[in-house]
């Protein structure tokens, strides 16, 4: 005869619950308490376990191609934007809303561009980032060129959330490159910078490899560039993919290989972005240098621009991409 509810759990199992409930709730009264450190150090890795959170340990977000240099090598494609366009802070800030609403967490967040100190409204698009709890720490990156604004430095001065990290090219292409460095230091802002005398990985042409699934997987995995880039509303694995894919110089990449983030909805957004976190490798890999061997060239070599259109002129080998 199936029993009641108060026959199947016995007394003293009633009483426990109940002392542990009370120090559960007196711990809470006080989140810097002993009992609520201990609590969370019991109960923590069950509750990862059950309800995991979806934290990134990186992103950068290209806020436009502008750029004060024209890299023959960039690995952005910045240097096959035609006619680059100045950041649409409605269109960059929707992008971000869509991400965050799905995820619980991103450690490191990089503003990058083309050049970010080009952009009038950076500091807005920082004064809207800086207060949002899901990023931990948010990061500029800038060639040296540009000085950073007065209403940049103020929003920045002091504040440890915020970093600026500092490429290098040397005094040709940067002649005021350890003056801006040093104003920011003496602003309290945080800084990163190298030397100036690094490599950049040749990312090579973009023509299609016709690699297998275990060759792919095999030049994901040794791939040194751990991105994860947005631009476009869209979430891919590094800029190679999101911007190959915008200028139509790479047409074959299925829609689990990158994230529409404007297209779904919160709970879907967070699924697929589970599933774009676990894929092998992204068909991007296909159409890159990589898998033809880690070769090394000379940062920031400096070529004339010249006119591409969307879906025209694909980088073919041979040439440089």
Request: glycine share 4%; net charge neutral; aromatic share 8%.
């Amino acid at each position: 005869m199936p029993k009641k509810l108060h026959e199947l759990i016995d007394k003293s199992i009633h009483a426990e619950y109940c002392y542990k409930k009370a120090k559960v709730s007196r711990a809470l009264e006080n989140p810097n308490s002993a009992e609520f450190d201990l609590l969370y150090q019991m109960v923590g890795a069950q509750m990862a376990q059950v309800n995991p959170p979806l934290i990134l340990p990186y992103v950068e977000v290209c806020i436009s191609p502008q750029c004060t240099l024209h890299c023959r090598d960039c690995a952005n494609f910045m240097q096959h934007y035609d006619k680059p366009k100045p950041m649409d802070l409605a269109a960059v800030k929707s992008w971000i809303d869509a991400l965050l609403e799905s995820v619980d967490h991103i450690l490191t967040f990089r503003v990058m561009g083309g050049e970010p100190l080009m952009q009038k409204q950076l500091p807005e698009l920082m004064a809207y980032l800086i207060p949002l709890s899901k990023l931990q720490h948010i990061q500029i990156v800038t060639n040296g060129t540009l000085k950073p604004r007065d209403e940049l430095v103020q929003l920045l001065r002091g504040n440890t959330k915020t970093s600026i990290f500092f490429s290098n090219y040397g005094p040709k292409l940067a002649p005021h490159y350890q003056e801006y460095v040093q104003f920011c230091l003496d602003n309290q802002i945080l800084v990163q910078s190298v030397r100036p005398d690094i490599k950049w990985f040749d990312m090579g042409d973009t023509h299609n490899r016709n690699l297998s699934p275990e060759r792919l997987e095999q030049v994901y995995a040794q791939c040194p560039n751990n991105c994860r880039h947005l631009w476009n509303g869209e979430l891919h694995h590094c800029p190679r993919s999101a911007h190959g894919k915008y200028l139509g110089y790479i047409t074959d990449l299925p829609d689990t290989h990158y994230v529409d983030l404007l297209r779904y909805n919160a709970q879907e957004r967070r699924e697929r972005l589970k599933i774009f976190y676990e894929i092998p490798y992204t068909q991007a890999c296909d159409h890159c240098g990589f898998a033809d061997g880690l070769k090394l060239v000379d940062c920031a070599i400096q070529v004339e621009r010249t006119k591409h259109k969307k879906g025209k002129g694909i980088p073919v080998e041979g040439k440089r991409s």
